[in-house]
């Protein structure tokens, strides 16, 4: 049901509907009241209910979200009385379910939090029992959520468009019924203008994957959503979405398994979504690049030349959602015109004010480039000599500038990630360095006898290859600031981790600089410092979403 959800909200009209002309009702429930509806334990039905209801705020909808013990049956049908009373023309109503989900002969029932157990009995009344001599048990439906309730407050709403994703095909609690919900739904039964769409086919089941943090529905249809430069069509999704969930679970079950996207549409249902990727940054003209959603190996194996022990051990990150970086480091052009803005207080601890380590300099009420400075050769050199406190108050700046984004730092386990842009060796590009790829001190190479050129100054941001994923200077350059201070790594696999944030605490330095060897331009070197230093070659890089 889950899957379901997300494809029908993206079947939502795309006729320029207002804000308050599109709502949605997502229900996600991991975990049940009663202990037999948990027999077969689901793990990512509430995580899919909010990321689905993130992206649909995204894109002007009216939310309404209903997790684990709030998702009672009395509470689900009072918001679908309320669904039924709103929409409008060209507008777009939702309903989204996660969860466990039963088909009776021909009815399917959705399960609250709530719902209760019954015996399973013969047309005689007689109690059915397994092998073993147990009774069958089975979900009542007389305290579930009918199909037909739900499809009579989406054809009763005022909308145009009508949407129901379900993601109800997995394994039944009780064992006694199929894995077929939603399976005999057709046309007739969908009001006109209405698209539903199932996880699953019949005798399938819907899968789960601690990789994904999602269903492989919704975990493909999240990519899909994310990652669209115009909108979709139902017929352009379900494509994709079919394609996406078939190569999903044949990977995690090498071909063993297969899930099978089951879409249902009654005539032309848009998508009333506006992708994310047509808002594009741009504050202070820095240029970004897109990083995808995904998972990676964070830390160095022991067997990693000049390996420190705060590198491991190695453990899987998954970065849940797509953000924007940076592609180069943030310039001294790009500090002046925050240095220089009407209404912008800088704080003396932030910048160092001149020098000939410092790239900028107070000249009466303005701040100028330090030209005496070598550091300060051209606008385009990375900015450094600025404290963690000023990067954060640039980011801040930078979000007043335009308020669709949220500008910051970024994790160190987004650093990293960016930086290693799907590699896994020391660098992105191999395992050598000599200040031939990247700028640090060739004198003390990496992975190789052969000395290598030492600038002694940073150089212009972009003067070497960029990474896979568009992004240069990850390597050597500058030391870049992330957002968060240094965290113990343990084995485990985790999701969008982060150190202390306390204002005391040291903060982590990534990438390694021009002045460094080339072993502290390893994709995971860790470094952190006080986050009041100001050194001539520490700088940063913004990230935003």
């Known amino acids: 049901m889950k899957h379901l959800l997300v494809l029908l909200s993206l079947l939502v009209s795309s006729c320029g509907v207002s804000a308050q002309d599109k709502h949605a009702l997502l229900v996600g429930i991991t975990t049940y009241s009663h202990s037999r509806m948990n027999d077969t334990q689901l793990q990512y039905p509430e995580a899919d209910a909010k990321s689905v209801g993130e992206e649909l705020q995204r894109c002007g909808y009216t939310v309404t979200t209903l997790l684990g013990r709030e998702a009672s049956r009395t509470a689900i049908q009072k918001e679908l009385d309320k669904l039924a009373t709103q929409g409008s023309n060209g507008g777009v109503c939702l309903v989204g379910l996660f969860g466990h989900g039963v088909q009776y002969g021909n009815d399917a029932y959705f399960a609250p939090y ?59 609690p009780s064992a006694a019924r199929g894995r077929a919900f939603g399976s005999k ?134 970065i849940s959602k797509p953000f924007y970086a940076g592609k180069y480091e943030v310039t001294i052009g790009q500090v002046l015109q925050w240095l220089n803005a009407p209404g912008v207080r800088i704080e003396s601890q932030w910048i160092k004010d001149g020098g000939e380590n410092s790239p900028v300099r107070k000249s009466g009420s303005r701040w100028v480039r330090n030209s005496s400075s070598k550091f300060a050769s051209s606008d385009n050199q990375p900015m450094q000599s600025i404290s963690w406190h000023g990067a954060v108050a640039f980011c801040e700046w930078l979000s007043l500038q335009d308020s669709r984004f949220t500008y910051r730092l970024p994790t160190e386990a987004e650093w990293e990630y960016m930086a290693r842009a799907g590699s896994t060796t020391p660098f992105w590009w191999g395992d050598t360095l000599n200040g031939d790829r990247a700028n640090v001190d060739g004198n003390y190479p990496y992975g190789t006898e052969t000395k290598g050129r030492f600038r002694e100054v940073a150089s212009s941001v972009g003067s070497y290859d960029a990474n896979r994923w568009g992004l240069y200077d990850t390597s050597g350059n500058v030391w870049e600031w992330c957002s968060d201070g240094p965290r113990e790594y343990s084995s485990r696999s985790v999701t969008d981790p982060a150190g202390p944030t306390d204002t005391g605490s040291w903060r982590v330095l990534r990438g390694g600089s021009e002045l460094n060897n080339a072993d502290d331009a390893r994709s995971a070197r860790r470094f952190d410092l006080s986050p009041g230093l100001r050194s001539h070659n520490i700088g940063f890089r913004v990230v935003c979403e």
């Open 114 to 172: 709530d719902t209760g157990i019954r015996f399973v009995t013969d047309s005689q009344g007689n109690r059915l029992r397994h092998t073993d001599g147990s009774a069958k048990l089975e979900p009542d439906p007389d305290s579930m959520t009918s199909m037909r309730s739900i499809l009579d407050a989406l054809s009763a709403c005022g909308a145009t468009n009508r949407v129901l994703l379900a993601d109800c095909c997995r394994e039944d």
């Open 185 to 318: 739904l057709s046309v007739a039964d969908l009001p006109p203008g209405m698209a539903a769409l199932f996880a699953c086919s019949a005798s399938e089941k819907a899968f789960e994957h601690k990789d994904w943090g999602h269903g492989a529905f919704t975990y493909s249809l999240l990519q899909r959503m994310r990652d669209a430069s115009a909108d979709l069509t139902a017929n352009e999704l379900s494509v994709s979405l079919h394609r996406d969930v078939l190569k999903a679970v044949r990977d995690k079950t090498n071909g063993a398994d297969r899930q099978t996207v089951n879409p249902i549409t009654n005539g032309i249902v848009d998508l009333g979504l506006t992708p994310v990727t047509n808002l594009v940054p741009n504050a202070a003209g820095i240029g970004f690049v897109k990083i995808p959603a995904g998972s990676f190996l964070m830390g160095s194996p022991e067997s990693e030349e000049g390996r420190v022990d705060d590198e491991g051990p190695v453990h899987r990150v998954t």
